[in-house]
């Protein structure tokens, strides 16, 4: 099982970005997904979950600014970011807990991470 993160970069102050995230292997099912950032210095913290049901919950210092969203036959997650602020300047993770088939045809369930991107705003 893959997750590929694609969407970070460079953006000014009150602007705005898409990170995309695509589960890719041999899935059964993938229930919550989420992104999280972190920081130089500081830990690793939930950006946005949302569940196979749809319920979502986002981080305080994001409400009103970021949408989470997914879509399940792609079995993609979103994270539309406006009104960036240099404090949202951090590697970004897409998370998912994601049931599966090992190469051993055992069924696997686990929180599988991906690579993470960038995000820089600069003032």
């Known amino acids: 099982v893959q997750l590929q993160a694609s969407g970070g970069g460079l953006v000014q102050a009150g602007g705005s970005l898409r990170l995309s995230c695509t589960v890719s292997?041999?899935?059964?099912?993938?229930?919550?997904m989420g992104w999280y950032r972190q920081a130089p210095g500081k830990q690793r913290e939930l950006v946005a979950g949302?569940?196979?049901?749809?319920?979502?919950n986002y981080a305080d210092s994001v409400k009103g600014r970021f949408t989470i969203s997914r879509d399940n036959a792609k079995e993609t997650v979103y994270l539309q970011m406006n009104s960036l602020k240099p404090e949202d300047a951090a590697v970004y993770y897409c998370?998912?807990?994601?049931?599966?088939?090992?190469?051993?045809?055992?069924?696997?369930?686990?929180?599988?991470w991906g690579q993470g991107t960038q995000v820089t705003v600069s003032s």
């Open positions: 949302i569940t196979s049901g749809g319920s979502i």
């Open positions: 292997g041999n899935i059964i099912r993938i229930t919550a």
């Open positions: 998370n998912a807990d994601i049931n599966y088939y090992s190469d051993a045809d055992e069924m696997v369930a686990e929180k599988s």
